[in-house]
């Protein structure tokens, strides 16, 4: 046990000149960097944290007047749609238009083919009707001015 212990400090002390060597020889590889007084507050200036936050805010600022001042000018929008109903709703109604259409006949003193009176029928049925089209289309265009807006000034 005791020549265990005795190997230790022996393993430590043999490395303990090696170490310290690989530490001076990394100081001794630092870089020194002469600066102008200039280039010093040139440094400062371009890379202070609240220098870099007044420029992003004046380019911010820059951003919105261009957006204010684009939303003055004219506008043109135009707009152009179509629509195909491949089956219109049929719809069925009384024939309301038979029998008046009978009555002016009737009015009229009008004969049928045999040289008789016409008569009107006792029942004249229903009529479906589609109420829509199949196609339709629509065009549009407007123009837009924003004639007075403070935030343009």
Excluded at 48 to 74: C, D, G, H, M, W
Aim: proline share 5%; glycine share 6%.
């Amino acid at each position: 046990m005791k020549s265990t212990k005795n190997r230790n400090w022996l393993a430590v002390l043999l490395l303990l000149p090696g170490l310290a060597m690989a530490q001076s020889d990394s100081a001794k590889k630092i870089t020194r960097y002469e600066f102008t007084v200039q280039q010093v507050v040139d440094y400062a200036m371009k890379n202070n944290v609240n220098v870099k936050n007044a420029l992003l805010q004046v380019k911010i600022q820059e951003q919105q007047n261009r957006a204010f001042t684009s939303a003055a000018y004219p506008h043109v929008n135009a707009s152009l749609g179509t629509t195909y109903n491949p089956a219109v709703a049929t719809q069925v109604i009384p024939n309301f238009i038979s029998p008046a259409t009978y009555q002016v006949l009737i009015d009229q003193g009008v004969k049928d083919g045999s040289g008789n009176p016409i008569q009107m029928p006792n029942d004249f049925g229903n009529i479906a009707a589609q109420f829509g089209t199949k196609f339709s289309a629509s065009a549009g265009i407007s123009l837009s001015q924003i004639l007075f807006d403070g935030q343009v000034l």
